[in-house]
């Protein structure tokens, strides 16, 4: 019976949520549309109104959360926004749990996630590593590092439709700033190095590329606390963390920041 209860308490919990999937879906595919069409600028217009859309459901999914503190659905629901949370959102989502709640490690997982994310939090320094690169040449991140004054590490892959999506506006503040002492070093998630060198080629991207290829089972991911592509980290060339996840126009914006003439 209670397990009954617990269903129907997650479906309800997955019912009062479902507005915002239906509207972030119907904006999503205007978006599409546009950007089928060549129409950039209404495709950038749409992508905002997305990105806003995405944030109404993680702040309606966190208040459903608090409002039900006690209710194992609604923890449940944490999976479902974590990855785009900061490890301060997620403590403080923790914190207004019930007790028998994080007594009974539901929750476990996301307390070992705020952990990694501190460690690598702004103003943390970057762990080290080294990965082969197109060629199968080994490049070691602190040596990019060492000759650039800023560089994103960017997480992506061939097969991830937003990644692609992307890309182009990393060419374009790549084009910007590269001669200013901007670098990227792109570790990708692929499998297939065919599919990786393609998708380097088509979509122009002119900068140090390195991967495993073992998909998400390259321990640099778990070390960055990544757990969602596209991802990035931006880092000085001391390895000092200075921002994330910074997409579109706000990385021009950082860079421009960092990088004044």
Known sequence: VSGSHTQLQYQQAQQDLRPFDQRCREIAATQQEHKAKGDNTAAAY???Q??????????????????HNDSYPAAA??????????????????????????????????????EVL?????????????????QDKPVNLYSVLSKN????????????????RENPNL?????????????????????????????????GLGWIHVSKLQYWND????????????????IGSDGTILDGNLKGDQLKKRLGELLQD
């Open 171 to 203: 060419v374009a503040a790549y084009e910007q700033y590269h001669a200013k002492g901007f670098e990227i070093v792109a570790l990708s998630l692929d499998r297939q190095k065919a599919d990786w060198l393609k998708a380097i080629k088509e979509d």
């Open 149 to 164: 004054k800023v560089v994103l590490l960017d997480f992506w892959a061939s097969w991830c439709v937003p990644c692609r």
């Open 219 to 234: 321990p640099v991911i778990a070390q960055f606390g990544i757990n969602a592509v596209p991802a990035n980290v931006l």
């Open 118 to 134: 501190k460690k690598t939090d702004k103003g943390t320094r970057a762990p080290d590593f080294t990965r082969n690169n197109e």
């Open 77 to 114: 629901l944490i999976k479902n926004i974590s990855y785009t949370l900061s490890w301060q959102q997620l403590e403080d989502i923790l914190s207004s749990l019930a007790p028998t709640l994080l007594s009974s490690g539901a929750v476990d997982t996301y307390q070992q996630r705020i």
């Open 50 to 67: 997305l990105d806003t859309c995405w944030q109404s459901k993680v702040t309606a999914t966190i208040q459903y959360i608090k409002e």
């Open 46 to 48: 749409w992508q905002q």
